[in-house]
């Protein structure tokens, strides 16, 4: 099923009602409540966007730079022996976690193709 911006929105309130305050990621993946965490930011343009869209107040935790996001993907890539794809990344448990990656450095690909450019870079040093 395909969901819409609304729809997703209406998902994250269900949360909020349900829990009685913004759900962190962890709350509402743990919640049997559709769409899931990974259709709300691919529609909402990130899990904060979708927390402001509905006026709610987001909690910030640990804040990650540029760098911390490319060496966990790079991490990643080393790991699976191969580019990690968005759901490969995220069954790893790696922080931080593909949605704040997203959130820092733009799409999955800009991320990976950022992490590629780091590299290569410190190999030819």
Do not use: F
């Not at 966007?49 to 730079?65: F, M, N, P, T, V």
């Not at 992490?115 to 030819?124: I, Q, S």
Request: net charge negative.
């Amino acid at each position: 099923m395909v969901y819409t911006k609304e729809e997703c929105l209406e998902a994250l309130q269900d949360a909020v009602d349900e829990l009685g305050h913004p759900p962190t990621v962890d709350e509402y993946k743990g919640l049997d409540i559709s769409p899931s965490y990974n259709t709300i930011i691919a529609r909402c343009g990130g899990w904060i966007a979708a927390k402001e869209a509905l006026g709610l107040e987001h909690k910030r935790g640990r804040q990650y730079s540029e760098a911390d996001c490319l060496e966990a993907i790079q991490e990643a890539a080393e790991i699976l022996g191969e580019e990690p794809s968005y759901d490969a990344y995220e069954r790893l448990d790696i922080s931080p976690s593909a949605g704040t990656s997203l959130a820092i450095c733009g799409t999955w690909v800009e991320a990976k193709e950022k992490e590629a450019w780091l590299t290569r870079r410190r190999v030819d040093c």
